[in-house]
């Protein structure tokens, strides 16, 4: 019998998505805390490998490959951490981060793709985007920014959005890193205590906490529309670091191994004549 990868794992699977039956405290996939860290050294060895080859790839043959990595969760689900440690051993050369928060006065004059697409992985990168279109299907939803009739067809374009960066050679990966509403309750109560956790310290978080359920239904609802076979979506359960980090440095490298990234072989190379030139120097 074969081992489920870690994207069958945690893909949420067609029809209903309903969060409320995923533990953010599971840990599918890895037995223990301590398998899970011995896995990191291994992942992030293999992470910069392949990030290499993807790199040389895009440099050498015109492969037009890249990959973008989605990030959505509430408020304290890790996204920070994931980025800092999910990503261990990839070069920052080649990653592209792009942070979304609430729309500038010039983003808002443009549609809402707008600002996403200026931030798309160029080929041969990795892209992060902490944060993400999803945004104005969930905060702009919950917080009433825009009326239904305007958010709504928002599934379709991004749908569409996505087939397109597909077919440009965009693997895209999105992960909801999904917390419990306790867990959220006991980190903000921590940033408010610490002095080294304060600066992150945002009363507009506990108005989006008092909205739990309807960001949770605005989250299933954009996870349901938009889970697509070229841009599916993963649930990863959050509320333990080591797994959320272990996962997320999984769910990159699964997707990156996916992509049979041969290091270029430069035909146009006369390896012979080069080498007799450099002995002969
Ligand atoms: P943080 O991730 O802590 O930097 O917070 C960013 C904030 O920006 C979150 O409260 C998001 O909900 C909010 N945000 C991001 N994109 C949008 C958007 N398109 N419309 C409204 N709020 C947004
Ligand atoms: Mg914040």
Redesign the pocket.
Known sequence: MSVPSLRERLAVGPGRVDLGAIDPSATPGVKSRRRADDARGQLSTELGDLQERLWARSQCEGDRQRVLLVLQGM?TSG?DGAIKRGLDGANPKWLHLA?????TDEEQAHH?LWRIRRQVPEPGMIGVF??SHY??VI??RV?G?APEDAWRPRFEEINAFERQLHDDGVSIVKVMLHISRDYQRERQLRRLERIDKRWKF?E??LD?RDRWDEFMVAYEEALERCNTSVAPWYVVPADRKWYRTWAVSLLVVETLRALDLRYPERPELDIEALRARLLAS
């Open positions: 408020d996204k942070s979304f928060g609430p729309p809402f902490d944060r945004e104005d905060a702009v917080k920014l945002n507009g978080d989006d």
